[in-house]
Each structure stands twice: as C-alpha cells, then as structure tokens.
C-alpha cells in the first residue's frame, strides 16, 4: 500500500518544519550540561510574574473547556489596538492564524507572493494548499516591494510580507508599506507578519491595524510568543475586517487556544512595563553584538527584531562546534543562507558565552 499516493498533492512533497534544537536534545546527545540556547527568539526574561499568577488560578478549572471564542483576551486586545473584537481571530501561536488564513482562502491554481529569505512557514503553507509560490529575490536582505508589486497576476490570491523580517530582521518603513498598500489590487489578501513588533522603535512603526479600515484586504498578525514571552504557551492574533474574521472563525478549530493560554496572554497584556523592560534589554544586547561584529570584521544583517544574522564560513561547522561548547544558535541554510547563522539575543551572561565560544573558533581558524 503505497500511503504517500494517498495524500494530497501538495503534502507529499513537504519536509517538518525544522525548530531550533532543544536544551533537552542537546543534553542527550552530547551530555552537556549549563547550555546556552540563542536560536529560537525567546525572550530571555521570560515572562511577566503575572502570567504565572493568572495560570495558577486558571488551572483549578483544567476540567472545563475554555472560551471558545476567547472574549476577554480580544477585550483587551480590543481596547489596546482600537478595534472591535469581531475584528481579531486568535490562534495557537501566530503560526495557526496563518494556517487558518491559508485554508480559508488559498488552493489550487492560486499563487502566494513572499520574501526568497521569508518564514519559511508561507512556503509550506502554500504547498499544502496546493498553491504555486512565487518566491521573489531579496533587496539587500530584505523584501523588494517593487518586485512583488509585478509579480502580481490574476492569480495571486495573498501576499505575505514579514515586518521585521525572520530570519533576516530587516524591516520595511512605513512609507515604503504605505506606497506598497496603495498599489496593491483590491482582490489580493495582504497579510503583514508583525511577530516582532514590539521590538521596532515607537516611531518607526507602521499604523497598520489603522490601515483596516482604508484596506479591507489587509491582515495583520502578532504573537505574544516574543517579546511577552509565552511561546511555550501558544498565542496568536490575526486582525482583520470583521467580514475576513467571521470566514476565519467559520475554519478556525474550536477551542484552539486553551485556557491556561488565554489566562496566560491576557496577564501578559496587562503589564506593558514587562514588554518595556525586555524590549530595552534586547536592544542594549543587540547594540553589544553589533559592536562585537563589527571588532572582528564579520559582516551581519541590520535586525529590527531579537536576533542578529552573522555571516560565518562554514557555517554549519561553526554551529556544530558551538555545540559542544554548550551554545546553541539557528542554522539557516534552509533559508536559502547557507553562509549565516542566526543567533536569537540572550541575557548578558548567555550573549558572554556566545562570543566567548566563537572567538575561540575564530582563533582556531587563522592560519
């Protein structure tokens, strides 16, 4: 019985995605105790105190079902993005909004338009939907959005443009999105990945859930995986028109965010001195790496977002060997980089034991 013929077209010609390597895996692997993780953009702080405090509380109610539609968490929302509540989709991470955008309305004869150095996560959306990608070439790294603008035919059904970019944290002004807006057809879905905007500077920041009401055919998307620091909890928004949101809501899976994540996301939200705080340390780190970079002549990407992409050679040697010195960064060759290696920031003391650890590397590399 030959069960990949049975699958669905686009299916059988995807790979998993491929997360950052755990702590845990590591440990197995290499008995290394005391490791530093920098490849999966968390927040090195955690998260807020009242998080785990909301959780505690909910958790005596781990027997009932959660709010399906999450009304408290879209209040708050609500009341901070200016917005009504029929306007926000929640989702188990950002990524699932994603999905529930694509499944709604993506399929077969359809194309998606993205960044060649994009999340790789619209690539295999599109080819599970059957869709055609078309993967346009990057400008300096980051998204050419005049490309794109050509690239649109009658067949593109969404554009997806992430805004700082992963894995490149380039980003895109908000005059060069505004521009992009007003020439995008009426029919094409634009959806603006904002995973990590909390980290680009107040006033860089494009308006873009204010754009809703001029573009019916925008959606934004966030997490609290980064800069609120739940991304062991999972959640994620996608707002939008209040017509797109009640299509999504019709395809979204009942009770896709539980309800420790709920209690979790609505505490995080409370305290905007948390996200403060993580966003400072982020850019005091970013600002000692770039430094450190620039010292040793390796050349990296300006990162609006909580990583730096270094250019390395070879690259996945230097990761292997920053292994089993305890450290683990994100290889990215599946990127279409294959030279970079990009590394999430951490707390202080874990950013001293990645440079600790390379420098050791470069040393051995001279001849």
């Known amino acids: 019985m030959d069960i990949l013929a049975l699958a669905q077209p686009g299916v059988s010609g995807l790979h998993p ?18 490791i530093v993780k920098l490849a999966s953009n968390e927040n090195p ?13 909910q958790s ?25 509540g029929d306007q926000i989709t929640l989702g188990n991470g950002s990524n699932e909004v994603l999905e529930i955008l694509f ?13 060649a150095h994009a999340f790789i996560v619209y690539r295999l959306l599109t080819q599970a939907s059957g869709a055609t990608a078309v993967a346009i070439p990057s400008q300096d790294w980051g ?45 094409v879905l634009v959806v ?53 949101a009640d299509l999504l809501n019709r395809v979204r899976e009942p009770f896709n965010c ?16 948390f996200v403060t705080r993580s966003v400072e340390l982020n850019r005091t780190e970013m600002a000692r790496l770039e430094s450190y970079c620039q010292e040793r002549g390796i050349d990296y990407i300006l990162s609006y977002a909580n990583f730096i992409t270094m250019k390395l050679t070879p690259a996945d040697e230097i990761y292997q060997a920053l292994l089993t010195r305890g450290v683990i960064v994100r290889p990215i060759a599946g990127y279409g ?31």
Not at 156 to 185: D, H, R, Y
Request: net charge negative; glycine share 6%.
């Open 103 to 115: 499944r709604t309305f993506v399929g077969a004869g359809d194309e998606v338009i993205f960044d």
């Open 143 to 187: 998204h050419d959005l005049d490309a794109m603008l050509l690239a649109i035919t009658e067949q593109t059904k969404l554009i997806c443009i992430a805004n700082p970019n992963n894995p490149t944290g380039t980003f895109l002004s908000k005059e060069a999105l505004a521009s992009f807006m007003s020439q995008v057809p009426k029919q």
């Open 60 to 84: 005596e109610q781990i027997c009932r079902y959660p709010d399906a539609n999450g009304f408290y968490l879209k209040q708050a929302l609500s009341a901070i993005l200016g917005v009504g």
């Open 337 to 367: 980089m294959p030279d970079h290696l990009r590394v999430s920031i951490g707390l202080p003391q874990e950013n001293d034991r990645f440079m600790a650890a390379l420098d050791e590397l470069l040393v051995e590399a001279r001849p």
């Open 258 to 273: 539980n309800s420790l994540a709920l209690a979790g996301a609505q505490a995080a939200l409370a305290d905007q001195e």
């Open 17 to 34: 995605y491929q997360p950052g390597k755990p702590v845990e895996e590591l440990e197995r692997e290499m008995g290394i105790r005391e």
């Open 45 to 57: 702080l955690g998260a807020s105190p009242k998080v785990a405090a909301a959780i505690a509380e």
């Open 192 to 244: 603006l990945d904002e995973a990590y905007f909390e980290y680009v500077p107040v006033e860089e920041r494009a308006p873009t859930v204010e754009w809703l009401a001029q573009y019916p055919n925008l959606c934004v998307s966030r997490t609290f995986s980064k800069a609120y620091g739940l991304a062991g909890l999972r959640v994620g928004y996608l707002v939008s028109s209040a017509e797109i």
